[in-house]
C-alpha cells in the first residue's frame, strides 16, 4: 500500500470565522471612531456658532446706538433692577462632513444679555460759566451676552462681553 498524504490547501472554516470575526472588529472600531468625529465636530460647531451669535448680537445693539440702551429704554422688575434681554430660540445650521456621509446639524440657542446700569459709565464734568455744579453723561454701556446651548444632555454656554459707545 502506498502511503499517500493528503496535501491541504486553501482555508478551512475556523480560519474563516476567526478572519471574519477580527473584520467585525475593526469595522466597529472604525464606526466608534467615526461616531466620535462627529461629536467633536459638533461641539465645534455649536461652540464656533455660539460666539458668532453673541458677537452679532453685540453688532445689532452697537448699531442701534447707545441712546436705545438706556435705562429709562430697558424693561425692569418689580424692583427697579434692568432685566436680561432673552432671545429664545436662535437657530443655526451647517452642513458638515465627518467622513463619507454629509451631515446637517442643527443647534438650537438662547441668548440672555445683561445691560450695564447707566452710572456705571457717568462722566460728570463741572462748569463755572454754566453756573451748574455738574454735569452728567452716559458715554458708554457694557453689554455681557451669555448664549447657551444643549450638547449630549448638558447645557454649554460661553459670555462675550463687549462696550457699546
Not at 86 to 94: K, L, Q
Not at 110 to 117: F, P
Given at each position: 500500500m502506498t502511503n499517500l498524504k493528503k496535501s491541504k490547501g486553501g482555508f478551512g472554516i475556523v480560519e474563516a470565522l476567526v478572519a471574519a470575526?477580527?473584520?467585525?472588529?475593526?469595522?466597529?472600531?472604525?464606526?466608534?471612531?467615526?461616531?466620535?468625529?462627529?461629536d467633536s465636530?459638533?461641539?465645534?460647531?455649536?461652540?464656533?456658532?455660539?460666539?458668532e451669535v453673541a458677537q452679532n448680537l453685540i453688532d445689532s445693539l452697537g448699531a442701534l446706538g447707545?441712546?436705545?440702551?438706556?435705562?429709562?429704554?430697558l424693561a425692569k422688575?418689580?424692583?427697579?433692577?434692568i432685566k436680561p434681554i432673552?432671545?429664545?430660540?436662535?437657530?443655526?445650521?451647517?452642513q458638515g462632513q465627518p467622513g463619507a456621509v454629509t451631515n446637517t446639524m442643527t443647534v438650537n440657542y438662547?441668548?440672555?444679555?445683561?445691560?450695564?446700569?447707566d452710572d456705571e459709565y457717568k462722566t460728570k464734568a463741572s462748569s463755572m460759566l454754566l453756573g451748574s455744579d455738574s454735569i452728567e453723561h452716559v458715554f458708554a454701556k457694557r453689554l455681557d451676552v451669555t448664549v447657551s446651548w444643549k450638547f449630549k444632555n448638558?447645557?454649554?454656554?460661553?459670555?462675550?462681553s463687549g462696550v457699546v459707545r
Open positions: 470575526a477580527v473584520l467585525g472588529f475593526m469595522y466597529m472600531a472604525i464606526m466608534n471612531m467615526h461616531g466620535g468625529n462627529h465636530l459638533l461641539r465645534i460647531r455649536g461652540r464656533d456658532g455660539a460666539t447707545l441712546a436705545s440702551l438706556y435705562d429709562e429704554n422688575d418689580d424692583a427697579g433692577n432673552i432671545i429664545d430660540p436662535i437657530v443655526r445650521t451647517w438662547r441668548a440672555e444679555i445683561t445691560v450695564s446700569r448638558s447645557t454649554q454656554s460661553i459670555t462675550v
